[in-house]
């Protein structure tokens, strides 16, 4: 059975700092690229970084250089560390698995979805 469980969700000042976590089981993780995205009340679904099953990492514009996306294949989890948070951010955060194919930030080419945690960023 395939599980995607994120955690780390948390009420943050603005220029704060948040870790998320997602951890994976039911599959082959490590030869899953892994992504991460977020929703705001009203908003589409919007690809924010990937990290493939070779390593390599996209950003998109909006969370380039304060995001950073890192993956432990021992343990089967995923990491989105955000920095540098403001109002704008403020989202459910979603990580998901597609087969390995590169990094791609397209919603619908991922199979597998956790069921999300709160970032609200807010003083």
């Known amino acids: 059975q395939v599980q995607l469980v994120e955690s780390g969700g948390d009420l943050v000042q603005p220029g704060g700092s948040v870790r998320l976590s997602c951890a994976a089981s039911?599959?082959?993780?490590?030869?899953?690229?892994m992504g991460w995205f977020r929703q705001a009340p009203g908003k589409e679904r919007e690809g924010i970084s990937c990290?493939?099953?070779?390593?390599?990492?996209f950003y998109s514009d909006s969370v380039k250089g304060r995001f950073i996306i890192s993956r432990d294949d021992v343990r089967g989890e995923v990491y989105l560390e955000l920095n540098n948070l403001t109002p704008e951010d403020t989202a459910v955060y979603y990580c998901?698995?597609?087969?390995?194919?590169?990094?791609?930030?397209?919603?619908?080419?991922?199979?597998?979805w956790g069921q999300g945690t709160q970032v609200t960023v807010s003083s």
């Open positions: 039911g599959f082959t993780f490590h030869r899953y690229d």
């Open positions: 998901a698995a597609r087969w390995s194919g590169g990094c791609n930030l397209t919603p619908s080419l991922y199979a597998y």
């Open positions: 990290l493939s099953s070779g390593h390599k990492s």
